[in-house]
Structure formats: C-alpha cells, structure tokens
C-alpha cells in the first residue's frame, strides 16, 4: 500500500516537473471592441443608415447651413466619436445601448439615449437639442440600436469611450502644451485651433479646437482628462491610434491642457452637478466639496497630498 502510494507521488511530482519545463503562456490578451462598418448596414435598417449619416455628416444636415435644420456649430459627431463610433479607445459607442439609461452625476437624473445625445448637441456641438420625436432622433437612437445591440445589458466592453491616462505628479502645463500644439497638431488643426473648412463650404476637414466654432465650457471635452485621453489615442489624426500613439503621456496632458486655456463659447451651467460631491477632479468650475481652487482642479495635480 504505501509502496503504491509511493509510486504515485512519483508520478504526480514527475508531472509537476513537466509542467513546470513548459515554456511559461503568454497571457491572451483580450482584443478590444470594433464596431461593424457603415457598409454593412442593410438596405431594410435604412433608419440606421440615415443615423449613421448623420453622425458622420453632421454639419450637412444640422450645421450652420444645415440641409434639415440650422442647429450645431458646423462639427460632426464624428470629429470625436471616430468612424462613426465604431474605434477602439475612439471615443466609440459600443456601450450606449448596454449601460442606458443611467443615473448621471452632470444632470443629478437618469438620462436616456436621447437625453445624452442631445447633451452633446448642446454642449460638444455648441448648439440646440434635436426634437425626441424626430425622425433625426429616432435615425440617431436606430443607429445606436445597430452598433450596440449584441452588448450584454450593463457590460461596457474594451475600449469602450476614452481612456484615461496615468496621472502626472505636476500640474499639466498649457506653455509645454503650446509647443506641443505647434509641432504636431497646427498643421491640420491651424495656428490659432481655427480649424479648416471644407471646400463646400458646410462644415470642416479639419476641426476647430477652440473660438466660437468649437465644444463649449460645458463638453466633455472641456475636461483635461477627456481631451487628454482622446488625443494620446487618436492623434495625430491618421497616425496615432491604440496599437500606436505619438504622444507621450505627458505631451497628452500638456496639450489638452493648453486647448483648453484658449478661449471659447460659454453655456450656463447653473444646473449641472447637483451634487456637488459627485464632480470629476477635473471639472474646472467649483464650488468643490474639498475646498481646492478652480485652476487646480482644471489642470491638476489631483493626487493626494501633492
Ligand atoms: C467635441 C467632441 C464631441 C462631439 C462633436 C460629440 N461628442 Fe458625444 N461625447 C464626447 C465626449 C468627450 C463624451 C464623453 C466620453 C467620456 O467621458 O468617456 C461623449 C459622450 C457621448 C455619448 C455617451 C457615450 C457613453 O458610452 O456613455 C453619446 C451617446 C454621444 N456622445 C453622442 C454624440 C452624438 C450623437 C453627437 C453628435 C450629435 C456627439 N456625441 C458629438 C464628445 C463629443
Ligand atoms: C493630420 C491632420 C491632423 C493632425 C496633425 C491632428 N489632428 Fe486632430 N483631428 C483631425 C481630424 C481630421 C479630426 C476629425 C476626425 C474625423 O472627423 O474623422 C480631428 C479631431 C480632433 C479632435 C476632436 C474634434 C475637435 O475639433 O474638438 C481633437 C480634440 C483633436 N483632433 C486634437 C488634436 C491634437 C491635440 C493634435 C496634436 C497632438 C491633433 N489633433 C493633430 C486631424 C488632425
């Protein structure tokens, strides 16, 4: 008996051994999100596909010259929800249709799609809500609905939204982000974040990044940390991406710190965050629950006790 106890040990440490020779697994790392493309929209979801264009052309039918109506800033959703949502760490919208509707600190409410599509008209597109009834609307909400319906209820996948970055111990710096500016993004985006309108004349190719054709102090853009995620990410735009990104971390910070120094549209924002506990370190208008000024909390450092 305890011979053949024995002899099992052996051959239970035996295959210890083995398994310890084997070369060690790299861990499989889970790809991230990618949205399906326009192309794949069928021609019975034509509600989508009218969503779909509106997102990508959104200064051709909402914009200033507007085909349908005269609403937004002349931006498509699309400058910041890249491919029409579809990018991974683009700022995509593959967790809309999974997490909403959901309780938001900004309103203090449980916000539906609509409710939050037209916070980015108000606010990213600087300009007035869309009806909910629609047909824009309800193109919009189809479109979601496409993207997002096979994401499990309440699951956000990988590369959902925008990244957050590693945080910095000093405060990010609008005179590095200057130089920043000025060596990789003035060339598309224009000397003074002007931006470049298209030949047509409707709308953009290349974005505004500040003035009066920009997001408003009310965008999720106007917070450091948005801004600096999205652009370690996605730019410089056609170079940089999740696989690949150009910026350092601290580039990022310093350059979104800088974007959002200069000028550009107001929006009263009275009613945002109820609670005031609930703000984000980096919303830059008080009053705060600790006490901290406005330019810290825009710019940082956030850390405790730095
Ligand atoms: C200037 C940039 C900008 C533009 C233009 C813009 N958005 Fe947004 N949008 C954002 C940012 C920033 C967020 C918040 C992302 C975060 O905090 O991770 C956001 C969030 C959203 C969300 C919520 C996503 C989620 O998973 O919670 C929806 C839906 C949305 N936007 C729809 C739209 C639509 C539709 C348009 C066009 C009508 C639009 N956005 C235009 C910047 C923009
Ligand atoms: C090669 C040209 C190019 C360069 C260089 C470039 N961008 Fe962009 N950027 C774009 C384009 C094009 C879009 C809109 C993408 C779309 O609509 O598909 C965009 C969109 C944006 C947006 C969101 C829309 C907006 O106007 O608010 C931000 C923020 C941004 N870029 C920041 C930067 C920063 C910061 C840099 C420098 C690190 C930079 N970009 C460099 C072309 C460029």
Redesign the pocket.
Known sequence: MIRHLSFISILVLLAACQEKQEPAKAPVEEAPWQGWNKYQIKPEDSLAAYGHE??AN?SYY?GPKGKVAAL?NG???????LDG?TVPYG?N????IS??P?FRGRSGTYET?PK??N???ER??NGVA?DTNSREMQA?LAY?HWIGDDIPKDS?PKG???PDLPEMNRAADPNLGAIVYKNKCAVCHGPNGEGQPNAEGYGYTY?PLWGDN??NVG???Y?VS??A??AKYNMPFGTANYKNQVLTNEEAWDVAAYINSRPRPAKDLSKDWPDIKKKPKDHPFGPYADGLTEVQHKYGPWKKGK
């Open positions: 509106l997102i959104t909402l937004t931006m498509n959703c699309q400058n910041c929800h949502g700022n919208y593959s967790a809309v997490t909403y959901k799609i939050r599509v916070d980015c008209m990213s597109l869309l919009i979601m956000t959902a939204g925008i974005p920009s997001y965008a999720g853009m917070r948005r801004l995620g999205y």
